[in-house]
């Protein structure tokens, strides 16, 4: 169970507090922080025993959600309830982060109150929550139309919205009372996540997709969805998998979900209540060929007085059509270098050393499908015998585009009965991004 | 409204205008006033002035403002106790408010204060809202008992709470009955011996209908109660796995693990044979597999409970490695997890593979991941002997990286690789000398001074390399220290001829200009051996090593199977026992599986770990698989080969007087705590080096030196007698309990030599060979002076009589009783344990007769607290054979006196240890034909007395 939670500001400042047991001093916060900053390297830091307590803590959006509780408890129970914490401030109070959790510590008390009594968690469900609490999120920010150039995806942790926090759904899930209009607006996306590692000759070792289709729905009330995915999908071993099927390893699905056309027609039929859900999480099956987004091509070459010559191509393979943003290649170099000298293709694209010269990052804006990049990087090092670079690890996003080929093909809302006219919005968005992308050399 | 105002500091006038605003009518200005009460309360400033002013807004029909004041009233009431009494009305009233959210608001925030004036008026309500009609009520309630019952567990039980709440298992509301269940669970806690959770086959039953209905944290709370439960048969618990089974698939990875532990509990139940058993277990994995994709935290929870799963089952993940393999943008937490993991399982089958990803590890940026990849290699090579040599290839490409660090972990796994598979891998040595200079780590620097010693044979420059770097030796650490000091011993007995100088410079280093015990009492150890006898020397250092074990990783398996218990807690995390960590008494219950039943008991493998049921059968266990895997590791002073022999007219060097002086000093009298400290040192190692006093000549063998033929004092016939009393064999370990191997003997002390007896009878179906023998420490050090020599295989149904030779140079540890002896027997089909007590005056000396004048004066000296009394009735002996007899077991008469007609004889004896015993036997004529002994013993460490005393009756007695 869970003694006292708290939520710190990334300087240790507390921003909630809340001793649910009534055990323990009011200083908790202090002696986690301290224990937290002061933890050696090799040592995880989501558990920590000090002082007789038992510290357990996740990080978002730079805040330390953290609680203390007994030995007995599962840490499954700890990690899961406060994650489930973070998406649930996220939907109350649009974002996470320093400011709108200040601001809303009131509407935050009043949800912990009833998410968690005496320690043991009630419940983390958004409509249950709803019904029990009377608060209103505060936004930090009024919400502009204009700001659509940055659209991001919620909860997905993209390069992007890492760099720029896309807004369209930074904001509080439940309309303020009273105002039946609000936006009403459905966002399903389809996001796939990539690992892959390609060996020294080019073939690739590992290919592992993962995929969630997640709905986020600002509609108010109940609305039946029904939304059509690609009919080519199979799942498990249940069919022969023939040329073109799109075989699915694992698929879970949200216990709201309604599987009843699913079989048949690969219809998804789900009635959301306001907030966010993962309606469906599938991993392509091990054996399916996944046309591979990047090659990387490089050629070393020691040049006399400890100088590396590294020649890098990489080639984008995907449809001239689509695109990918935000490519980051790393390269570990294998001894601190001292200099760098670079040739790039464009002038957008950037290199430097990192981690005091222990790898090299070269950074691609933006490629389009098709396109072949080279890059030539002279680095100094320290004079010693040859030996491996690398691996380089790839990072990017590929938007419109999910590598599996799992697509929604049509998503259908039909509205309750009295609620007011017009469909409301329906945003469908697909992406995929590199979990861990690696190519040995 | 911003927010900027809620968090400005606390001036002087911002109590007094929140006090305004708390006042004002307007409802809204209230509310805002409130909120901004809270906001400074969060953050941890005091707002504890306003509380009369807030309580005041208490009543509202505005249900937001009402869960503030009542937030605030939580936070404050225990600090202002009086005030609060204020409140206790609308509580009171607001339970019976016709909103269920304000009933359950009510019971629920009253529950939180800890006042006990408010703790009284909370019981009436509590008892309404537990049949309230709204389930959001009752749950809310059954959460309350468990409160009151933290504040006034005596309250709880007199109201008749307990019985309330136990009929809320029975609720038709799934939510309740989970709530009612986590509180029972707690109550329970702080009673162990209450059957408060009285579960049976029918109140499981409700419980697991309720488990489809609740919320997914409601799951939890009964699947963690389930977990406590035992079934009664192996159908019982198959019936329950069944339904929990299908929480495998659940979305929220705390239910998940819940179910995982109640199956993995309940599994321990079924026979293995069961077609449904395999079934499970394949259900096992994907769901533990699932995990490692969700959010690193969580990865990591997964990850260390996988590492103990797969320690208990590895046969359950056994085809999953792939999934273990690191992600280059997971958490370095993450990853040295999931290497750990790999390690784990690694075969034959998957060797290459693995190997293949360590080495690209081992070229990544991160040191300490690198590091431990390094490493991971080594542990590769020790556990898979086919991938052996792959390993030490790769290992060789590494250390041409010349990367420090990476060379350094290299050379460390390498001294591993070599103890493991001696003879086959120095050809790489060369490779390893040329990094000697780049070396700074103490782990690796001691790593590569044993490979330098230990093949100092086969490097030429061994003696240069050695000597280089003793230059440094006191800046080394310690362990570098006792590597070199070893190593160099070792060379000079290799190559004699040119490395005298060497050595005698070390030795001066090691016990002269150093203030380190461990190194200096090596030192001297070193140069006795060296200076006494040479040969015996080289049998000591050079003597061969054990192998090391591909397990020495793992957890022990009682440890093991303890924390299997409580996967899904954080012991599954920490991966340490709650009592290691938990302070305070609260909640620790040791765990343990419960026993298989079925007929599988037999079937089982012999590796899979002794269930707990059987552990309790013995126990006598003795060491832990781990301590015994401790002093096998023991890297350089062999096993207990036989104690250094201490012929004193060879020895020439000074320090032998210190020695035998100063230890001689330590080891005297009431001084066993000291001796074990000696003995117990890290630097002895676990085969515990004590030196020996002055009485270890009674330790050696027979050939005694003609030097030390004075010490004995072999006036009185010893030589008449044939020796010292031999009680008959008995039965030690009955072939029952070791797999067909019966042992029975005795003990028995020739001419200085203690013998442990021994028959081995094999009734087992099996040829039995590879027999070894180890001692537990004990209260006198006894150890085996040579390994168990059985020469050829024990045939079934043969037997065969061995005479062990043992002395008394081993590690000490006082038992209960004194003379108890725990001894584990090793042979190719287990290992087993068993102990046994052994008689005292086996341990007595032949130089134990004492000078008359000392033993008045010692008399005297021992206070009379320190005598004990005994009886020995109906001996048929007079005092001139009792005398005799006794003296055959080294109790030695001093004085012999008549007081009225009464034989009164003084004897002495000495133990092992250096202890004296002084006694005085009145031998009273009880009849014609019978003698009543009345025996007073007097003694500075008085717990002998007792055995002493046993020791004569056995003697005199036969």
């Not at chain 2, 420059?461 to 190593?487: I, K, P, R, W, Y």
Request: proline share 6%; aromatic share 6%.
């Amino acid at each position: 169970m869970i003694s006292q939670l708290f939520i710190l500001s990334s300087k240790g400042d507390r921003l909630v507090y809340r001793n649910f047991r009534g055990d323990g001093g009011d200083d908790v916060t202090d002696a986690f922080y301290r224990a937290v900053t002061s933890l050696p390297g090799d040592q995880a830091p989501v558990f920590m025993a000090r002082e007789g307590q038992h510290f357990v803590h996740v990080r978002h959006g730079g805040l330390y959600v953290g609680a203390t509780t007994t030995a007995d408890t599962s840490p499954f129970v700890l990690v899961e309830f406060l994650n489930r914490l973070v998406t649930l401030l996220r939907e109350h109070c649009g974002t996470l982060s320093e400011k709108s959790v200040s601001v809303n510590v009131a509407l935050v008390q009043e949800l912990l109150g009833e998410m968690v009594d005496f320690g043991y968690v009630q419940t983390t469900a958004t409509e249950v929550l709803r019904s029990a609490t009377h608060g209103e999120p505060e936004t930090t920010k009024a919400f502009s139309l204009l700001d659509l150039r940055s659209v991001g995806l919620f909860g997905a942790e993209t390069q992007q919205s890492r760099v720029a926090p896309g807004s369209v759904t930074n904001r509080p899930v439940l309309p303020p009372r009273g105002e039946q209009g609000g936006r009403r607006e459905v966002f399903v996306d389809v996001v796939e996540r990539l690992t892959v590692v390609i060996a020294a000759n080019g073939t690739p070792l590992k290919v592992d997709v993962q995929g969630e289709i997640r709905l986020k729905s600002f509609v108010p009330g109940a609305c039946e969805l029904r939304m059509g995915l690609t009919e080519e999908l199979s799942v498990g071993t249940e069919e022969q998998c023939g040329y073109g099927r799109l075989p699915l390893a694992a698929v879970a699905f949200h216990s709201s979900v309604d599987l009843e056309e699913f079989e048949q027609e690969r219809v998804l039929r789900v009635t959301p209540g306001p907030g966010e859900v993962t309606l469906m999480r599938y991993q392509l099956a091990e054996d399916v060929a996944v046309p591979l987004p990047f090659r990387l091509l490089p050629s070393v070459e020691w040049e006399p007085a400890g100088r590396l010559r590294i020649h890098l191509k990489l080639r984008c393979d995907l449809p001239p059509k689509n695109h990918a943003i935000n490519v980051v290649l790393q390269l570990p170099l294998p001894r601190e270098a001292s200099s760098l000298a670079q040739e790039l293709s464009s002038p957008e694209q950037t290199a430097e050393l990192q981690g005091g010269g222990r790898s090299l990052r070269w950074a691609i804006p933006r490629c389009q499908g098709g396109a072949q990049l080279g890059a030539v990087f002279r680095v100094q090092l320290p004079p010693t015998p040859p030996l491996g670079l690398g691996p380089a690890a790839l990072t990017f996003e590929l938007p419109a585009l999910t590598v599996s080929g799992l697509r929604l093909r049509w998503l259908r809302l039909s509205a309750p009965p009295g609620a007011p006219p017009g469909p409301p919005q329906r945003w469908v968005r697909h992406l995929t991004h590199s979990d861990s992308y690696v190519v040995r050399l | 409204m911003t927010d900027s105002k809620y968090f400005t500091t606390t001036k002087k006038g911002e109590i007094f205008e929140l006090k305004a605003e708390l006042n004002s009518d307007k409802k809204e200005k209230k509310k805002e006033a409130v909120k901004k009460v809270i906001a400074s309360m969060t953050v941890g400033k005091d707002v504890s002035a306003l509380f009369p002013d807030v309580v005041n807004c208490m009543q509202t029909d505005n249900l937001e403002l009402k869960k503030l004041v009542y937030l605030y009233l939580m936070n404050y009431a225990k600090s202002q106790p009086d005030m609060a009494i204020m409140a206790v009305n609308t509580f009171v009233k607001d339970c019976e408010d016709p909103n269920p959210l304000i009933r359950a608001l009510a019971v629920r925030t009253m529950g939180c204060i800890r006042v006990d004036k408010i703790t009284e008026y909370l019981c009436e309500p509590l008892r309404k809202c537990l049949k309230d009609e709204d389930p959001y009520v009752r749950k809310t309630a059954a959460v309350c008992v468990a409160k009151l019952h933290d504040i006034n567990a005596q309250l709880v039980e007199d109201q008749g709470f307990l019985d309330t709440l136990k009929d809320l298992i029975s609720d038709s509301n799934p939510m309740v009955v989970a709530n009612a269940v986590a509180a029972l669970s707690e109550i329970a806690e702080s009673h162990p011996s209450s059957n408060l959770l009285d579960l049976n086959p029918q109140s499981i039953n409700k419980l697991l209908t309720a488990l489809n209905e609740c919320t997914e944290w409601g799951q939890i709370f009964i699947l963690d109660c389930l977990a406590n439960y035992m079934p009664k048969d192996d159908r019982e618990a198959q019936s329950i796995c069944e339904r929990v089974t299908p929480r495998l698939s659940h979305a929220n990875s705390a239910v998940v693990l819940s179910a995982v532990k109640v199956l993995m509990k309940f599994m321990e139940m079924l026979s293995k044979d069961l077609d449904y058993y395999g079934t499970l277990l394949k259900k096992l994995a994907p769901p533990l597999v699932t995990l490692l994709s969700a959010e690193p935290e969580l990865q990591y929870v997964a990850l260390r409970n996988i590492n103990l799963i797969v320690q208990k089952r590895p046969e359950i993940l056994k085809h999953e490695m792939k999934v273990f393999f690191v992600k280059y943008n997971d958490p370095i937490y993450v990853k040295l997890e999931k290497l750990d993991i790999m390690i784990r399982l690694a075969s034959q089958a998957n060797i290459a593979q693995v190997l293949a990803e360590l080495k690209e590890y081992a070229t990544e940026v991160d040191v300490d991941f690198v590091r431990k990849a390094v490493r991971a290699i080594g542990r590769c090579a020790i556990k898979v002997e086919q991938s052996a040599e792959r390993c030490v290839s790769t290992l060789l490409d590494l250390i041409q990286t010349k990367v420090n660090y990476v060379v350094q972990e290299a050379i460390v796994v390498i001294k591993d690789i070599f103890r493991k598979y001696p003879n086959k891998y120095e050809s790489v040595i060369a490779t390893l000398c040329e990094n000697l200079d780049s070396l700074d780590e103490p782990e690796a620097r001691a790593a590569m001074i044993w490979i330098v010693g230990e093949y100092a044979e086969r490097i030429d420059n061994a003696d240069e390399l050695l000597e280089s770097f003793l230059e440094g030796f006191h800046d080394e650490s310690t362990q570098v220290q006792l590597q070199l000091l070893t190593a160099i011993v070792k060379l000079f007995l290799k190559k004699p001829t040119e490395t005298q100088e060497l050595v005698q410079q070390v030795l001066s280093l090691a016990t002269q200009d150093s203030d380190n015990p461990d190194l200096r009492d090596r030192g001297y150890i070193y140069w006795r051996l060296l200076s006494t006898d040479p040969v015996a020397a080289k049998e000591v250092v050079l003597a061969e090593k054990p192998l090391i074990s591909e397990e020495t990783d793992l957890i022990e398996p009682t440890l093991l199977d303890e924390l299997i218990c409580y996967i899904g807690t954080l012991a599954s995390v920490y991966h340490k026992p709650p009592s290691a960590f938990v302070e305070g008494s609260r909640g620790v219950v040791h765990k343990s599986l419960p026993p298989r039943t079925g007929s599988s008991e037999s079937a089982e493998s012999p590796d899979a770990a002794p269930s707990a049921g059987q552990a309790a059968e013995q126990p006598a266990v003795i060491p832990a698989q781990g301590d015994l895997l401790g002093d096998l590791l023991n890297l350089d002073l062999g096993p207990p080969v036989s104690g250094p022999p201490l012929a004193a007219s060879s020895v020439q060097m000074g320090a032998v007087d210190l020695l035998g002086g100063g230890l001689d000093s330590l080891m005297g009298d009431e001084s066993e705590g000291l001796r074990s400290d000696v003995g117990g040192s890290p630097a002895m190692g676990g085969s515990g080096f004590t030196a020996p006093g002055p009485a270890a000549p009674a330790a050696m063998g027979a050939p005694l030196g003609s030097g030390l033929g004075d010490l004995f004092d072999l006036t009185g016939g010893v030589g008449t007698l044939s020796g010292s009393y031999v009680a008959p064999k008995t039965v030690w370990l009955p072939a029952m309990k070791a797999k067909g191997l019966e042992i029975s003997g005795t003990f028995s002390r020739q001419v200085g030599s203690i013998c442990m007896d021994l028959v081995l009878t094999n009734k087992a179906l099996q040829v039995m060979s590879d027999f070894a023998i180890q001692f537990n420490r004990n209260s006198f050090g006894l150890a085996p002076a040579a390994p168990l020599q059985v020469h050829a295989p024990l045939a079934p149904n043969q037997s065969v009589e061995i005479s062990l030779p043992l002395n008394t140079v081993g590690s000490v540890m006082k038992m209960d009783p004194l003379n108890n002896l725990q001894v584990a027997v090793k042979n190719n089909i287990d290992v087993f344990y068993f102990s046994t007590l052994y008689p005292l005056h086996i341990l007595f000396v032949e130089d134990g007769k004492m000078e008359r004048q000392m033993f008045l004066a010692t008399w005297k000296d021992i206070p009379n607290e320190n005598e004990a009394q005994f009886q020995i009735k109906d001996c048929s002996l007079n005092a001139d054979a009792v005398s005799s007899k006794l003296q055959g077991s080294n109790i030695f008469t001093i004085a012999k006196r008549n007081v009225e007609g009464q034989d009164m004889l003084y004897q002495s004896l000495k133990l092992t240890n250096g202890i004296w015993v002084l006694a005085e036997l009145r031998i009273q004529p009880s009849n014609p034909s019978f003698t009543d002994l009345e025996l007073s013993l007097k003694c500075r460490a008085p717990e002998v007395s007792q055995y002493v005393y046993q020791a004569y009756d056995a003697i005199l007695k036969n």
